[in-house]
């Protein structure tokens, strides 16, 4: 169909059939517009086409998403959840408390061990003191009794024999306190394999330290995605309690065209926009290794299975707070390399 804007009522717009149209001038003009119009909307889907086309070639854009590491909190042995400091949501620190447990078995023989050891050293102490005093006095008898003898015997009362029998004993007595000694320490320092008191001792200690294994906190700062446990709640071995995404250095998985491949090498930097038009500096560190499906959240419409590199890049400076969201869909901008266009 051929438009023409040049019949005898475009060149004398003003007169219809011999009578003169006050009205024709607009009315031409407008006919006219209408058909621009017309013209405009038909070839509305080229030009996008068109203009997609030389947008794409002027910058590099690819889908991306931000992804955090997922760490998993499990039950190390069986226990009962006593308290539960964090639900899903909260932003933890490194080293704050997520749960604590409790193993009642444990807790139990652990107060059994205390109070026995409290008894038997309650019961100990007064022997030995006994023992050490009487040694005690039988040496202060022995050093008493051969003073008496020498002078006896400077005296002329008593024999040379006499003296070195009183001698003989007050060394007997001071051997035995001494080993009296000797015991006690060995005993308080290398207690013996089978000495019951040492053994007791031992899972004491054992004990304590697995019920405060019981006490469970972050490694690292993190959000807590999900918690699947509640309070009163008994758990065996390897059960799942809770899931945190760390917060520190996140990365950013960037799906890039295989055509655009020379953007993905480390070092390279970029954008990435944020979903609120937000704009961030990234950098790639780590070139793509792997090929894989664009996953569908991120495909356009009516596209297909799209193939692309996987490329990871990371944030120069920290995320905004409220966008630390695992998976959050993003967009890649990669600065025109335009040596590309040079033959």
């Avoid at 086309?53 to 226990?79: C, F, H, N």
């Avoid at 023989?109 to 026995?116: A, I, T």
């Avoid at 102490?125 to 400077?154: F, G, I, M, S, Y």
């Amino acid at each position: 169909m051929k438009i023409r804007f040049d019949s005898s009522k475009e060149r004398n717009p003003t007169r219809e059939q011999g009578l003169k149209v006050l009205y024709a001038p607009g009315k031409r003009a407008a006919f006219r517009v209408r058909w621009y119009l017309i013209l405009v909307l038909v070839a509305s889907p080229f030009l996008w086409f068109a203009g997609k086309l030389l947008y794409g070639a002027w910058l590099i854009e690819a889908p991306a998403q931000l992804v955090l590491s997922t760490v998993e909190i499990r039950a190390r042995d069986s226990a009962r959840v006593e308290h539960l400091a964090v639900k899903s949501g909260d932003t933890v620190k490194a080293g704050a408390l997520l749960v604590e447990m409790d193993n009642p078995e444990w807790r139990q023989r652990l107060n059994l061990l205390r109070g026995l050891q409290a008894n038997a050293q309650r019961s100990a102490e007064p022997a030995d003191t006994a023992l050490q005093a009487v040694l005690a006095r039988q040496l202060d008898r022995a050093n008493e009794k051969l003073a008496t003898a020498q002078r006896l015997r400077e005296e002329g009362a008593a024999t040379q024999g006499e003296v070195l029998a009183a001698a003989s004993e007050r060394d007997q007595r001071e051997s035995d306190l001494l080993s009296f000694d000797q015991r006690q320490a060995s005993q308080r320092l290398q207690p013996t394999a089978g000495n019951d008191s040492a053994m007791q001792k031992v899972e004491e200690v054992w004990l304590g330290s697995r019920l405060e294994s019981l006490r469970l906190h972050a490694q690292d700062d993190a959000v807590v995605s999900e918690v699947f446990v509640n309070e009163g709640e008994n758990v065996g071995g390897g059960t799942l309690l809770m899931r945190l995404q760390r917060t520190a250095r996140p990365m950013v998985m960037i799906y890039l065209d295989p055509a655009d491949d020379a953007y993905a090498r480390p070092g390279q930097p970029l954008k990435l926009k944020l979903p609120d038009g937000h704009w961030l500096q990234a950098r790639v560190v780590k070139a793509a290794d792997a090929v894989r499906q664009l996953p569908e959240g991120l495909r356009m419409p009516f596209a297909g299975k799209q193939s692309a590199l996987v490329v990871l890049a990371e944030v120069d400076g920290p995320i905004p707070a409220g966008w630390l969201v695992n998976q959050l869909p993003l967009v890649a901008r990669f600065p025109h390399d335009f040596s590309r266009l040079l033959p």
